[in-house]
């Protein structure tokens, strides 16, 4: 009996052991992590351009990227969203005007007016909602205009003859200025000023102000208050979220923006990821010497924005040859060639990145040259020119020679497709809004929208760099379609070849493990459907939150 006493003992002891293996092997063991997101698809956009269909994140990172089945097999959640979408990382805008976009939106919006006296009429109506002595508006377009001709003030001395009016084309390089605000400004027949032209006929002022002309009217405007400032910024970071961007850059701050920007950031209201580009002011110039560059998760600040030339709608791009529509007559230097060599080399004796506005194939030609004179050969300092836009085929060497990036807008190419070879003529478009070729000389080529010029959408970006249409899907062909990007350059233009280009893509850019879960979401996959301007964005995320 002894012995079968013992021997249900060790049964049971058996049976208890089984049994506590089996427990311990249904235990969880997988990984946790704040969030998984899981989409139809995941464009990683790295180095191998994978594709994936879920992202783990912890603390804002990203933690983990596979296929649906690696992440949940690995990773236990709180949270785990499924989207019937396609996800991209955080659009980036490499080239615009955040803070100029933000104040866009506390004063008239002149875009889609057909005439001067379409503009009044908005005018007339800003001034009932507002009781600001000085009446500004950006917008305008000529080239749309139902009828073309000379523009002058005359309808805005006859409407306002006692409060100062100073409205800026859509590219920000021509505005017009009534007697009012000219009065204030100090400016008569007799007014000159180098890098910008004051329009003149008949013995009298027009209020044309071109390029550094609109300065001199600019600096008698009382600035916006802070508090005004604070909540365009936050506006504009809504609108901004709600585009799909979790990055932008400002091409030309003064000081007092910038840290305002940090300030604001650091406090939390301000979330917007920012590449800012200090304006060559002895005060910029001055507090990085002494201080370095301000680089954190959140604000970027390592270069200066210089201009060369003006627009070329305005006729200020600085041509090679005369303007085909205005006789002896090739733009003008905005910044002098010798002015800005010296500029380039305190930009360069900081370690900061040069980034020069060049329109026309001169100014093109000649800052590559001072580029090149300074960087001497190949390195990776991520020198930019920005918007390289006319660039005559036998210069674009100097792009690869001296490691030069060219940083471009692709839907200037389709707003400007209806006039620019009138500026030109047709034998010179061979190398303007040559996004493709332009490609070829780094392998990388950042896009942007240069908003509030054209639109904040990263979509229409994507749609001009590939289709080179405008909305209406025209012209059938595409405009100089030789010059497209593939679907996946466009994407990447707007990702890491942006977050490259502002020396950010150690944290953003790319679905990788390490870096900021900053990633947007389609309702379709738009490098599937030629109509992708229909897309909604269904949410945005920034550090893993989601912020529209």
Known sequence: MRDLRLSKGFRFLINAFVLLISISGCKDTRKTADKIIIADKVY??????????????????????????????????????????????????????????????????????????????????????TNEEWITGRGWDETTWESKGTISNNLLNAYF?????????????????????????????????????????????????IDNAMGLVDKMIPPPSRKSEISALLKAQEKCFEAGLTTVTDAGLDLDIILLIDSLQKAGDLKMRIYAMANPSEENFEYFEKNGPISNDKLQVSSFKLYADGSLGSRGAK???????????????????????????????????????????????????IYGSILKGKNDKRWRIEHAQVVTPMDRKLF??????????????????VWADDRLCEDRMNGAYAYKSLLGTNGYLPLGTDFPVEAIYPLETYFAAVHRQDEEYKPLDGFLPQESLTPTEAILG?????????????????????????????????????YMLKTKVIATYQEGNVVN
């Open 319 to 369: 041509l090679k040859e005369s303007y085909c529509d205005h006789e002896n007559y090739t733009g003008l230097w905005v910044t002098q060639p010798y002015e800005l060599k010296q500029l380039c080399e305190r930009i360069n004796a900081l370690d900061f990145q040069a980034n020069t506005h060049c329109i026309g194939d001169s100014a093109n030609k000649k800052t590559l040259e």
């Open 161 to 209: 003859p006692e409060r100062p009016v100073f409205i800026k084309r859509v590219d920000g390089h021509q505005g017009i200025a009534n007697n009012k605000a000219l009065e204030l400004a100090g400016l008569d027949i007799d007014s000159k000023v180098d890098g910008g032209e004051i329009g003149k006929m008949g013995g009298r002022l027009t209020g044309v102000l």
């Open 44 to 129: 990683t956009c790295d180095s191998s351009y994978t594709i994936s269909q879920a992202i783990a994140i912890e603390n804002g990172l990203i933690i983990a990227v596979g296929t649906k089945d690696e992440i949940t097999s690995s990773y236990k959640t709180r949270e785990e969203m499924i989207y019937r979408g396609t996800l991209f990382p955080g659009f980036i805008d490499a080239h615009s005007h955040f803070y100029g976009y933000a104040l866009t939106l506390n004063r008239v919006n002149l875009k889609n007016t057909t005439s001067m006296q379409d503009i009044v009429q908005k005018l007339i109506e800003y001034t009932k909602t």
């Open 400 to 417: 690869e020679e001296y490691s030069i990036l060219p940083s471009v807008q692709p839907t200037h190419a389709t707003s400007d497709m």
């Open 494 to 530: 707007m990702t890491s070849w942006a977050a490259k280009a502002n020396r950010m893509d150690y944290i953003v850019g790319s679905i990788e493990v390490g870096k900021k879960a900053d990633f947007v979401i389609l309702d379709k996959d738009i490098t599937l459907d030629k």
